[in-house]
C-alpha cells in the first residue's frame, strides 16, 4: 500500500519561503505522476506542479502558470521523498497542500480525479 506523508507547512509573511517534503512508502509503479495540488477554503483542489517518472529516468515538470518562476519540484529517488520549494510567497498561495501520485502518467496533469494515493495535506499560510 502506497503513503504519503507531507510535511513542511506552516505560516509566513508574504515574500517568504517555504519547502514542503512529501515521503512516499510502497512500490507506485515503473512510470508514475507524482506532484503537489492545493485547495484554498470553498474553493476546488487545484494542480500545483507534478513530475512525470518514465522508468528509471526522472521525466519532465509540468507547473501552474500562477507558480512558475516561484515554486520548483523536484525528487530525492535515494529518499523516496518529493519536494516543494516555494519562494515568494503570496497570500493567494494560502492553502491546504496535498501530494499525489497516481499509478501511470496523468493527462491532462492537473486531473485530481486521475491520481491513486493522497497525502493528509499540510497547510500553508501566508500573511500579507
Known amino acids: 500500500q502506497v503513503q504519503l506523508v507531507e510535511s513542511g507547512g506552516g505560516s509566513v509573511q508574504a515574500g517568504g519561503s517555504l519547502r514542503l517534503s512529501c515521503a512516499a512508502s510502497?512500490?507506485?509503479?515503473?512510470?508514475?505522476?507524482m506532484g503537489w495540488f492545493r485547495q484554498a477554503p470553498g474553493k476546488e483542489r487545484e494542480g500545483v506542479a507534478v513530475?512525470?517518472?518514465?522508468?528509471?529516468?526522472?521525466?519532465?515538470?509540468v507547473a501552474a502558470d500562477s507558480v512558475k518562476g516561484r515554486f520548483t519540484i523536484s525528487q530525492d529517488n535515494a529518499k523516496n521523498t518529493l519536494y516543494l520549494q516555494m519562494n515568494s510567497l503570496k497570500p493567494e498561495d494560502t492553502a491546504n497542500y496535498y501530494c499525489?501520485?497516481?499509478?501511470?502518467?496523468?493527462?491532462?496533469?492537473?486531473?485530481?480525479?486521475?491520481?491513486?494515493?493522497w497525502g493528509q495535506g499540510t497547510q500553508v499560510t501566508v500573511s500579507s
Open positions: 513530475i512525470y517518472i518514465v522508468g528509471t529516468v526522472g521525466g519532465s515538470i
Open positions: 499525489a501520485a497516481a499509478r501511470w502518467v496523468v493527462t491532462p496533469w492537473h486531473d485530481r480525479r486521475a491520481y491513486h494515493y
Open positions: 510502497g512500490y507506485i509503479g515503473s512510470s508514475y505522476t
